[in-house]
């Protein structure tokens, strides 16, 4: 089983620090895997293998704006959060499914493809690129993972009724021939992130369930 735990609206440091805490706890007793849903305020972050460069906005700017800009060692480039994104942090225990980042990664780009068909959105992925897209030009999902120990952070962040003109601030994800969409603005509809928690939750619960089993009934072929 996954256990979720909802952190509701909180600054990326302070959920860092928790994810940190979680990572740890797992590593040492390998008992579980938590998917931890939240939202941040306004913040830029910059993974392992971005840039600052692809920040276009004057930092007195952001500053004015009370957004801050924070390096992670999460692996991707530059993105954005905000109110209104549903940030998902999985901190998976892989020995108990399989001990491959990448592997993982394309299971949860599968589990969003799978929620945003719920909402009448057709997505998908992008040859060479990570995250979830709509029509292979808009990305509705970027994604960012660390892995220690065989055990996950950091995670997703799906645009569901955010502010997606925020975007501006940045070059997201150093692309610079792609757009940023919601399922909002895909649907035309308000969308409430509290719902898409919901879906969220259960999507990851059955798409897992269902990959364990798969893997276990090839150890045992």
């Known amino acids: 089983m996954i256990e979720i735990q909802n952190w509701g609206l909180i600054d990326y440091r302070s959920a860092w620090d928790m994810q940190k805490e979680l990572v740890l706890d797992i590593q040492q007793k390998r008992d579980r895997s938590v998917l931890v849903l939240c939202q941040h305020p306004s913040v830029i972050t910059i993974g392992k293998t971005g840039s600052d460069k692809n920040i276009v906005c004057h930092r007195r700017m952001l500053e004015s704006a009370g957004i801050d800009i924070i390096y992670s ?49 057709d997505s998908d992925r992008v040859e060479g690129l990570t995250g979830v897209w709509v029509e292979s030009k ?63 939750e259960k999507v990851f619960r059955d798409f897992f369930k269902k990959n364990i089993c798969e893997i276990k009934k090839k150890v045992l072929d």
């Open 138 to 200: 808009r990305k509705i999902c970027a994604m960012g993972m660390h892995c220690s120990r065989w055990v996950t952070s950091h995670g997703f962040a799906l645009n569901v009724s955010n502010d997606i003109s925020e975007f501006g601030y940045i070059i997201p994800c150093g692309i610079t021939d792609k757009q940023v969409t919601s399922i909002s603005h895909e649907t035309g509809m308000n969308i409430d992130v509290k719902e898409v928690e919901k879906g969220c």
């Open 73 to 121: 060692d999460r692996g991707g480039d530059v993105t954005l959060h905000n109110p209104g994104q549903l940030i998902g942090y999985p901190i998976f225990n892989l020995s108990d499914y399989k001990e491959d980042l990448h592997w993982f990664l394309r299971k949860v780009e599968g589990s969003i493809i799978e929620l945003l068909r719920g909402y009448g959105v």
